[in-house]
């Protein structure tokens, strides 16, 4: 039966090249969102800047203790007087302690442009190493050294007069020399004595963000290293080597590169789910077109265990070569999908595509596992009919549904209920981790619940395709005589209709949820920001004593975690997420003057009085108060892992999902990356316009150079920027799945089509013209696009309506609705145009060749 099997292949190249192609596209896809979560959980990130130092010690980024690993934020920084202990632990030839600190730099007199760079102390030029390539290193207080590369773009050269600026203030410096090497572009490096001083006046005094461990030559390493965590032992300190040490570049690696985990997840869960329904689909579409094949084989006297190895063998090989050749694509797929994301911000750039031979095994195992599955249905089917009963199945289809797949697609729906339930109760911002595998169960019922559902609207639709005249009346006829035919061409096009209609509505009405809540929460007329990358607290106070202003506040925005009752103990637990360890609450915070609260945001005391945010206080959430009162001490540790007990104050109210817990900005700066005011909300005082508000803003401006004062549409602007790369991800994601989803498609409806090329030369040889076939043909189409929209959008409503109602409190998503008229019209034109393109290549055949067509 191989033989035969491998011999049959030839005969049936349209079924076999169009399960190839879904195959092929479908392994291909699972490859790279394979490749893609085994990068997120090795989550390396080799080290750059930092790259000179074997050992690198850095805070402890993560939450120990706690049921669910969490992520501090903010960068925790270390005690400078820590460089001195681990110095002197055996092995340890020297160290060299990193100082950053934000700042801007301007040519001499504040000629041109300021750029935003980074600071550093000339000690942790070693670190990369950066190596003098023109003048020479900073030897006082006045001298700095620009990166080439910085220098090269602002036309500056040992000699040059530079202002930098930062915390507020700006100094002159001479460009001793330029350095070259592999940080960041915009690296500039003072002496260690003036890179403390501008790191003091940041905000951020006697701190440094790592230290570099340079062992003694002929050193074990590892020991070394092992010697350091005994000196460090105790401390919210992280000893790495490695790739681990890029940790310590950019602590955005732990948490932005393990959020790559559950996106990979996600988006692999999506194609592999496509990738079954559409593989599946296309093979069984391929077999059941070969029934009176099968009929003649069983009639002739093939036995069904025959039968069946015939089928799995024509089916093991197809598979086999499709997706072996996916294996070379996949990975190049899941190295393009990182890069954009990382173009994207959604991941830090830093993080290296890691794939092994899991994601090609995991590829290549569900497309044959799919492929064998659906084979061995087709083949039981077959196998199990009389030889009698199959000439007449093949000659008239009567059996198109089974018990058992009626019961599995109620049990989809009723999963479909419980999740659409779930999404509804969500918060607004985690809405859609429900919501699209609530669109996966929904589509996976409908699809097996297909042959009942497209009978059903065909049926209703019989009237109105009646009316066409005699095509109409044919295709009528062919929709009811072949009901699991037409049920796999209408799969795909609910599919691409139900995943684009869903998916790109779910994303713009998660845009204006998160636009309406920052909207609601600002009031402000102007907002203050610095090209420095901040401001000093004490600038709030100067603007408010300007002419004009009624009142001002920071925002200083951060996030913390709200203590739970049960201590948390680091040490017992070790941070290996035990299910038995406390869990804290986390909550966006955001640091605040009590002054001008009310007249430059919406927040306002549900209970309390948030003039009280002053020292060690708090204004909760009210969902996340619980039972506190206002007096209770509330135990909460901030970005950088600083655990404090505040007053609580006063409650607000916020809509779902996106509440603020509000602290002063005293309390709260001190503790982020900047260790800054990153921007002022200002709010005009009566009979004060909008230009004469901004006219009062630049005379402060003068005074502390760097200052820039825009208005509030600007900072919405700002948001939407954030949003806009949100979105941007999901219509990448969109992309690819949909993509997939169309071309399978098109596959199906050419195979669909072109496999009744005996039954096109049998009505031209009665009598029918080639223009009435096609017309019949066109009037199918419309029935499978018609059918499949109407699944798709009911796919599409079950999911965005309990997700609408999440995320904005009514049952209505919002976005343009050219984007429903977009996706109807391109799968009722794809459709058309596909089934016609195909029926009139067959049609190019001569009525008389009809002996020679193969079956």
């Given at each position: 039966m191989i033989r035969i099997a491998l011999r049959t292949l030839r005969f049936h190249k349209g079924g076999f090249i169009a399960s190839f192609i879904a195959l092929f596209f479908g392994a291909t896809i699972v490859v790279a969102c394979g490749g893609l979560l085994e990068t997120g959980v090795h989550n390396a990130a080799p080290p750059q800047r930092l790259a000179a130092a074997p050992v690198?010690?850095?805070?402890?980024?993560?939450?120990?203790?706690?049921?669910?690993?969490?992520?501090?934020?903010?960068?925790?920084?270390?005690?400078?007087?820590?460089?001195?202990?681990?110095?002197?632990?055996?092995?340890?030839?020297?160290?060299?302690?990193?100082?950053?600190f934000p700042g801007a730099l301007a040519a001499a007199g504040g000629k041109g442009p300021a750029a935003q760079v980074t600071g550093h102390g000339w000690a942790s030029a070693a670190l990369t190493p950066y190596k003098i390539t023109e003048g020479a290193a900073p030897a006082g207080a006045g001298q700095v050294v620009l990166d080439t590369r910085l220098a090269q773009q602002s036309g500056l050269k040992p000699g040059s007069r530079v202002e930098l600026r930062s915390g507020g203030t700006s100094k002159s410096y001479e460009v001793s020399g330029l350095a070259a090497g592999d940080g960041e572009a915009g690296g500039v490096f003072l002496s260690d004595p003036a890179a403390l001083e501008a790191a003091t006046a940041a905000g951020l005094p006697g701190k440094v963000d790592n230290i570099g461990v340079f062992p003694a030559s002929g050193a074990d390493l590892a020991k070394v290293a092992e010697g350091v965590r005994k000196a460090v032992e105790g401390q919210p300190v992280s000893v790495l080597t490695g790739d681990e040490r890029g940790r310590a570049?950019?602590?955005?690696?732990?948490?932005?590169?393990?959020?790559?985990?559950?996106?990979?997840?996600?988006?692999?869960?999506?194609?592999?789910?496509?990738?079954?329904?559409?593989?599946?689909s296309t093979l069984g579409l391929s077999i059941q077109q070969r029934q009176r094949e099968m009929a003649l084989l069983r009639a002739i006297g093939t036995t069904p265990g025959q039968l069946r190895r015939l089928i799995l063998g024509e089916t093991v090989l197809l598979a086999a070569i499709a997706t072996a050749l996916a294996c070379i694509p996949g990975p190049r797929v899941g190295r393009w999908l990182l890069g954009a994301f990382a173009d994207a911000g959604v991941v830090p750039d830093t993080i290296v595509y890691r794939a092994g031979s899991v994601p090609l095994i995991v590829g290549v195992g569900t497309a044959l596992v799919t492929a064998v599955g659906a084979a061995f249905i087709a083949a039981n089917s077959a196998a199990r009919t009389r030889p009698t009963e199959a000439l007449a199945e093949a000659g008239l289809q009567r059996k198109w549904f089974s018990g058992f797949r009626s019961v599995v697609g109620l049990l989809c729906l009723i999963g479909g209920v419980a999740l659409a339930v779930g999404t509804a109760g969500m918060d607004g911002p985690r809405a859609g981790s429900v919501a699209t595998p609530a669109a996966m169960v929904w589509t996976t019922g409908f699809g097996l619940l297909g042959p009942v559902l497209a009978r059903a609207i065909t049926a209703g639709l019989r009237g109105p395709v009646s009316a066409a005249g005699l095509s109409g009346h044919l295709a009528n006829r062919n929709a009811k005589a072949r009901t699991a035919r037409l049920a796999a061409a209408v799969m795909p096009v609910m599919l691409a209709t139900g995943l684009a209609v869903g998916l790109i509505y779910m994303q713009t009405t998660q845009s204006k949820g998160a636009k309406q809540a920052f909207d609601e929460s600002l009031r402000a007329d102007a907002v203050v920001t610095s090209v420095s990358g901040g401001m000093p607290l004490e600038t709030v106070d100067a603007i408010r004593a300007l002419p004009g202003v009624a009142a001002a506040s920071a925002q200083v925005p951060s996030l913390g975690f709200i203590e739970p009752d049960v201590p948390i103990d680091p040490a017992l637990n070790g941070g290996d997420g035990e299910s038995s360890a406390p869990q804290p609450t986390e909550v966006s915070m955001q640091g605040v003057t009590p002054e001008g609260i009310a007249a430059t945001t919406s927040f306002t005391a549900a209970s309390g009085n948030l003039d009280g945010l002053r020292g060690d206080t708090v204004a909760l959430p009210a969902r996340f108060a619980g039972d506190r009162k206002i007096g209770d001490t509330v135990p909460m540790r901030l970005g950088d892992g600083t655990r404090?007990?505040?007053?609580?104050?006063?409650?607000?109210?916020?809509?779902?999902?996106?509440?603020?817990?509000?602290?002063?900005?005293?309390?709260?700066?001190?503790?982020?990356?900047?260790?800054?005011?990153?921007?002022?909300?200002v709010s005009a005082a009566p009979g004060t316009d909008r230009t004469a508000l901004e006219a009062s803003l630049a005379t402060l401006a003068d005074r502390q150079p760097g200052l820039r004062v825009t208005d509030r549409q600007a900072l919405t602007a700002v948001a939407a920027d954030e949003g806009d790369t949100q979105a941007w991800m999901a219509y990448l994601v969109l992309a690819v799945v949909v993509g997939y989803a169309t071309i399978a498609?098109?596959?199906?409806?050419?195979?669909?089509?072109?496999?009744?090329?005996?039954?096109?030369?049998?009505?031209r040889l009665i009598g029918a013209t080639r223009r009435q076939v096609m017309q019949m043909m066109a009037m199918e189409a419309v029935l499978v696009s018609v059918a499949g929209i109407v699944l798709g959008v009911l796919v599409a409503g079950l999911t965005l309506v309990p997700f609408s109602m999440s995320v904005l409190g009514t049952a209505l998503p919002t976005g343009s609705p050219w984007i429903f008229v977009t996706v109807v019209g391109g799968a009722l034109g794809l459709t058309l145009a596909t089934t016609l393109l195909s029926a009139g290549a067959v049609l190019r055949s001569r009525p008389g060749d009809l002996a020679g067509i193969k079956e």
């Amino acid at each position: 039966m191989i033989r035969i099997a491998l011999r049959t292949l030839r005969f049936h190249k349209g079924g076999f090249i169009a399960s190839f192609i879904a195959l092929f596209f479908g392994a291909t896809i699972v490859v790279a969102c394979g490749g893609l979560l085994e990068t997120g959980v090795h989550n390396a990130a080799p080290p750059q800047r930092l790259a000179a130092a074997p050992v690198v010690v850095t805070g402890e980024q993560r939450y120990l203790g706690t049921s669910h690993e969490l992520v501090f934020p903010e960068r925790v920084r270390l005690d400078g007087a820590l460089a001195g202990k681990i110095a002197a632990v055996p092995g340890v030839e020297s160290t060299a302690a990193d100082v950053t600190f934000p700042g801007a730099l301007a040519a001499a007199g504040g000629k041109g442009p300021a750029a935003q760079v980074t600071g550093h102390g000339w000690a942790s030029a070693a670190l990369t190493p950066y190596k003098i390539t023109e003048g020479a290193a900073p030897a006082g207080a006045g001298q700095v050294v620009l990166d080439t590369r910085l220098a090269q773009q602002s036309g500056l050269k040992p000699g040059s007069r530079v202002e930098l600026r930062s915390g507020g203030t700006s100094k002159s410096y001479e460009v001793s020399g330029l350095a070259a090497g592999d940080g960041e572009a915009g690296g500039v490096f003072l002496s260690d004595p003036a890179a403390l001083e501008a790191a003091t006046a940041a905000g951020l005094p006697g701190k440094v963000d790592n230290i570099g461990v340079f062992p003694a030559s002929g050193a074990d390493l590892a020991k070394v290293a092992e010697g350091v965590r005994k000196a460090v032992e105790g401390q919210p300190v992280s000893v790495l080597t490695g790739d681990e040490r890029g940790r310590a570049e950019n602590p955005g690696v732990i948490d932005d590169g393990a959020d790559l985990i559950p996106l990979a997840a996600a988006f692999g869960g999506l194609s592999a789910m496509v990738t079954v329904f559409v593989a599946s689909s296309t093979l069984g579409l391929s077999i059941q077109q070969r029934q009176r094949e099968m009929a003649l084989l069983r009639a002739i006297g093939t036995t069904p265990g025959q039968l069946r190895r015939l089928i799995l063998g024509e089916t093991v090989l197809l598979a086999a070569i499709a997706t072996a050749l996916a294996c070379i694509p996949g990975p190049r797929v899941g190295r393009w999908l990182l890069g954009a994301f990382a173009d994207a911000g959604v991941v830090p750039d830093t993080i290296v595509y890691r794939a092994g031979s899991v994601p090609l095994i995991v590829g290549v195992g569900t497309a044959l596992v799919t492929a064998v599955g659906a084979a061995f249905i087709a083949a039981n089917s077959a196998a199990r009919t009389r030889p009698t009963e199959a000439l007449a199945e093949a000659g008239l289809q009567r059996k198109w549904f089974s018990g058992f797949r009626s019961v599995v697609g109620l049990l989809c729906l009723i999963g479909g209920v419980a999740l659409a339930v779930g999404t509804a109760g969500m918060d607004g911002p985690r809405a859609g981790s429900v919501a699209t595998p609530a669109a996966m169960v929904w589509t996976t019922g409908f699809g097996l619940l297909g042959p009942v559902l497209a009978r059903a609207i065909t049926a209703g639709l019989r009237g109105p395709v009646s009316a066409a005249g005699l095509s109409g009346h044919l295709a009528n006829r062919n929709a009811k005589a072949r009901t699991a035919r037409l049920a796999a061409a209408v799969m795909p096009v609910m599919l691409a209709t139900g995943l684009a209609v869903g998916l790109i509505y779910m994303q713009t009405t998660q845009s204006k949820g998160a636009k309406q809540a920052f909207d609601e929460s600002l009031r402000a007329d102007a907002v203050v920001t610095s090209v420095s990358g901040g401001m000093p607290l004490e600038t709030v106070d100067a603007i408010r004593a300007l002419p004009g202003v009624a009142a001002a506040s920071a925002q200083v925005p951060s996030l913390g975690f709200i203590e739970p009752d049960v201590p948390i103990d680091p040490a017992l637990n070790g941070g290996d997420g035990e299910s038995s360890a406390p869990q804290p609450t986390e909550v966006s915070m955001q640091g605040v003057t009590p002054e001008g609260i009310a007249a430059t945001t919406s927040f306002t005391a549900a209970s309390g009085n948030l003039d009280g945010l002053r020292g060690d206080t708090v204004a909760l959430p009210a969902r996340f108060a619980g039972d506190r009162k206002i007096g209770d001490t509330v135990p909460m540790r901030l970005g950088d892992g600083t655990r404090v007990d505040l007053k609580l104050v006063a409650t607000v109210d916020g809509r779902r999902g996106y509440e603020t817990a509000l602290v002063p900005a005293s309390v709260l700066v001190g503790h982020t990356d900047a260790g800054l005011v990153p921007q002022i909300m200002v709010s005009a005082a009566p009979g004060t316009d909008r230009t004469a508000l901004e006219a009062s803003l630049a005379t402060l401006a003068d005074r502390q150079p760097g200052l820039r004062v825009t208005d509030r549409q600007a900072l919405t602007a700002v948001a939407a920027d954030e949003g806009d790369t949100q979105a941007w991800m999901a219509y990448l994601v969109l992309a690819v799945v949909v993509g997939y989803a169309t071309i399978a498609l098109v596959n199906t409806q050419v195979l669909a089509t072109t496999e009744r090329r005996r039954e096109f030369m049998l009505q031209r040889l009665i009598g029918a013209t080639r223009r009435q076939v096609m017309q019949m043909m066109a009037m199918e189409a419309v029935l499978v696009s018609v059918a499949g929209i109407v699944l798709g959008v009911l796919v599409a409503g079950l999911t965005l309506v309990p997700f609408s109602m999440s995320v904005l409190g009514t049952a209505l998503p919002t976005g343009s609705p050219w984007i429903f008229v977009t996706v109807v019209g391109g799968a009722l034109g794809l459709t058309l145009a596909t089934t016609l393109l195909s029926a009139g290549a067959v049609l190019r055949s001569r009525p008389g060749d009809l002996a020679g067509i193969k079956e």
